[in-house]
């Protein structure tokens, strides 16, 4: 189950109706599937999409969109500050990022400016956020480093980030987010 919190207000939801309530007020889909599969760090993308194609494929039609793929970090990843370091930087994409969680957990940080203070969303397998194209925000691994996420998109170009270069994510960088 997520947990949102706003750092600046010192507030924390735990619940998960007012969590979903609070992301869809802003234009972010947030809900649960059942993560019932295992798999070792070594399983394939093809493994863990045909665990979960039940879900998806149905989702995928719905939403139109046309492909998916499998990250799947770990602390033995090679390259792993590479990797973590892409990910914390606040960016955009053209298109709707959607993450299914299937293991683990990793920290979705918003800044969606105006009145709006900067939130994070930890996810935990089971949780299925969707990130509105444009949406300025950056994903942060957590200490562990371990998470298996299923992406979905209309198009592969739509995963390209684009920096905003903003900073802002620097301020937020040592948040301890629970």
């Known amino acids: 189950m ?16 007012e969590i979903q309530d609070y992301l869809a007020q802003r234009g972010i889909l947030y809900t649960q599937w059942e993560a019932h599969c295992a ?12 665990a979960y194609e039940h879900a998806l494929k149905p989702y995928m039609a719905e939403h139109g969109y046309q492909t998916a793929d499998v990250i799947s970090v770990h602390p033995e990843t090679p390259n792993l500050p590479e990797i ?18 299937v ?23 089971g949780d299925l956020l969707s990130v509105p194209a444009n949406f300025k925000h950056w994903f942060d691994l957590g200490p ?17 980030p684009h920096y905003t270069d903003s900073g802002v994510d620097a301020h937020y960088r040592e948040a301890v987010v629970g």
């Open 39 to 50: 798999f070792s760090n070594e399983a394939s993308q093809e493994e863990i999409l045909a």
């Open 84 to 101: 973590r370091a892409k990910f914390l930087r606040e960016h955009t994409h053209t298109e709707d990022e959607v993450r299914f969680f």
């Open 144 to 160: 562990v480093a371990f998470v298996k996420t299923i992406r979905v998109f209309t198009d592969a170009s739509g995963w390209t």
């Open 2 to 17: 997520a947990t949102l919190t706003i750092p600046d207000k010192r507030l924390t939801l735990e619940n998960p109706d």
């Open 103 to 125: 293991d683990g957990q990793g920290y979705f940080w918003f800044n969606l400016e105006g009145d709006e203070p900067v939130f994070c969303v930890k996810c935990v397998a």
